[in-house]
Nanobody, 121 residues
């Protein structure tokens, strides 16, 4: 079992930055793939970025603006979000799986409760 807790969301203006954090409970967390997903009102949950060891994948909409990273010693995964846009407004979820990097939401078996990010124009 892996428990995930997100933090760092908030209300910001266009062009601002935020860093989301995901804390994991499992001590062997370093072997897990961890992804950030987001869900805007009325839309499906979509992949933002995911990472396992040195391999990472980004959604086209955030590539070059967002950076995913992890600190395995602290069981933490981060999402640095720069140049935020109103279309980035969503609930952001941390998710994990014991396997290779994948874009598919259904491949992730562990989810946090989500943190709201709102970007005003």
């Amino acid at each position: 079992q892996v428990q995930l807790v997100e933090s760092g969301g908030g209300l910001v203006q266009t062009g601002d930055s935020l860093r989301l954090s995901c804390a994991a409970s499992r001590r062997t967390f370093s072997n897990y793939t961890v992804g950030w997903f987001r869900q805007a009102p009325g839309k499906e949950r979509e992949l933002v970025a995911t990472i396992r060891w040195s391999a990472s994948i980004y959604a086209d909409s955030v590539a070059g603006r967002f950076t995913i990273s992890r600190d395995n010693a602290k069981n933490m995964v981060y999402l640095q979000m720069n140049s935020l846009k109103p279309e980035d407004t969503a609930v952001y979820y941390c998710a994990a799986r014991d396997g290779v990097v994948t874009r598919r939401r259904t491949d992730y078996g562990y989810w946090g409760q989500g943190t709201q990010v709102t970007v005003s124009s």
